[in-house]
């Protein structure tokens, strides 16, 4: 079980994750997307927020551009505080490695790198200290204590997963970003991965975003936030698989007239 809680968690209740009208379009003129529309976002710490909407709506780019691996047109994004929006590309850099974590769907381990290299490279590329008895103890929490010589290839898709997480958490971050982090995995092995997230947040006081298209994977989460778009479409709190399926299938209607109504009232 986790059992140590983040040095950098915010303990005044304040926004972990703060956008303020974000917009981003893609495109040349007179051909242009809007993939987001002026939009305003506040996580607080230690909350665990589902994004999902339909293809197209502008989810993965409001991960890109929350995450500081896209810059936004115009708009503010700040984590913890400090914006970065404006920075250039070595102290977005810097401030990613410090502040932000990732967990993709497609693991982004290197093949040639045993568990704990895989595990540790963040810091290395950051220049910071590795502590191994704290790189065993993060791997030994997400199950993994034993596989730490194993390469990528030796493991399964789910203990990949796993490594992701690890890396995700060494370097103690304030928010982890999980970009679609169930979608090559089986049931089984997804709802692992979704409780370990959860333990993330609860245990590690970590700030989870999920981007998915998956209502069992959202239904992890405290909190659903729907995108169409490219803009925000309302959220759903304490979620359940039907309620979110249900959103999700109604993304046209008024879903702003019901923001925050658990499902079932």
């Known amino acids: 079980m986790f059992h140590r809680t983040s040095r950098n968690q915010p303990t005044d209740g304040s926004d972990a994750l703060c956008l303020v009208e974000v917009s981003k379009t893609y495109g040349t003129t007179g051909n242009t997307v809007t993939a987001l529309d002026k939009v305003t976002l506040n996580l607080s710490a230690g909350s665990f927020t589902a994004i999902m909407g339909p293809s197209g709506s502008g989810k993965s780019t409001l991960l890109q551009c929350a995450a500081g691996l896209d810059r936004p047109d115009s708009g503010l994004v700040m984590v913890d505080g400090e914006e970065m929006t404006g920075r250039s590309e070595t102290q977005l850099t810097k401030f990613r490695r410090r502040r932000i974590g990732f967990i993709f769907q497609q693991y982004n381990l290197l093949p040639t790198l045993t568990v704990a290299q895989n595990t540790t490279l963040p810091l290395k590329l950051a220049g910071r200290s590795i502590d191994q008895a704290r790189t065993l103890e993060i791997l030994t929490e ?29 370097t ?5 970003f999980a970009d679609e982090p169930t979608g090559a995995l089986d049931t089984r092995s997804a709802r692992k991965i979704l409780r370990l997230l959860q333990q993330t947040v609860r245990v590690h006081g970590r700030t ?20 169409a778009d490219g803009r ?7 979620p359940t698989v039907d309620g979110v399926a249900e959103r999700l299938a109604h993304l046209g209607d008024n879903i702003d007239d019901v923001d925050d109504v658990p499902v079932g009232v």
């Open 142 to 170: 997400v199950g993994l204590g034993d596989r730490l010589g194993h390469r990528p290839d030796e493991l399964s898709g789910g203990q990949r997963q796993r490594v992701a997480i690890a890396r995700a958490l060494l």
């Open 172 to 176: 103690e971050p304030s928010v982890v």
């Open 232 to 238: 925000l479409a309302g959220q759903l709190a304490q």
């Open 208 to 227: 989870v975003v999920m981007v998915t298209h998956d209502p069992l994977a959202a239904s992890y989460a405290d909190t659903v936030r729907f995108l």
